[in-house]
């Protein structure tokens, strides 16, 4: 019996037991903070979920830029991750960027809290497709998921200007 009910325990466990955070982005920048987390949920899945105060209420573009270069701000951190050339879109259209993760909603607090499961990207460091070193970027404005009938909007989403952006680094266990 008492073996009985312990196997019962050490298998309740395993269920609840999650997926170890596999790469991290601490932003605090501007007056926003928060962080991202990027969990594997399968081949080339990458689930993130983030928490961010210090926002101005509403909607926020919010994409994983190709580098994880801050040394001119934001801006030398380049275009979207797009590894496949593809035009801009939202985080579940059929065309679009890797790293586009569609919107972030602010509160009339400033906070924005959720999470999102992207295709495309990998926290593996050896992949092509990898995160890992990239950045993310918060923008000032709201992304159009590239509907926005101008050529900007298959670029950028016109998502305005870079609120604050922070590297994607390999998370402690
Ligand atoms: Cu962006
Ligand atoms: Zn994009």
């Known amino acids: 019996m008492k073996v009985f009910a312990l196997s019962i325990m050490a298998g309740r466990t395993r269920k609840r ?3 170890p955070c596999a790469a991290i982005a601490v932003v605090d ?11 594997k ?3 080339n899945r990458v689930r993130v979920v983030y928490g961010f105060t210090g926002l101005t209420s509403g ?11 801050l040394s001119e701000g934001c801006k030398s951190a380049c275009a979207h991750f797009n590894p496949s050339g593809s035009t801009h879109g939202g985080p579940r259209a059929d065309s679009r960027h890797a790293g586009d993760m569609g919107n972030i909603s602010a509160n009339s607090r400033g906070e924005a809290k959720g999470s999102i499961t992207l295709r495309g990207i990998s926290v593996s460091p050896s992949s092509p497709l990898s995160v890992i070193g990239r950045s993310i970027v918060i923008h000032e404005s709201r992304d159009d998921l590239g509907r926005g009938k101008n050529a900007e909007s298959l670029k950028t989403g016109n998502a ?3 609120l604050a952006c922070a590297v994607i680094g390999l998370a402690s266990p």
């Not at 920048?29 to 969990?39: D, E, L």
């Not at 909607?59 to 270069?69: L, P, S, T």
């Open 160 to 162: 305005g200007r870079r």
């Open 29 to 39: 920048m501007n007056g926003v903070s928060g962080v991202a987390r990027f969990y």
């Open 41 to 43: 949920t399968g081949r």
């Open 17 to 19: 037991r999650k997926e």
């Open 59 to 69: 909607m926020h573009g919010f994409h994983i830029h190709q580098y994880g270069d």
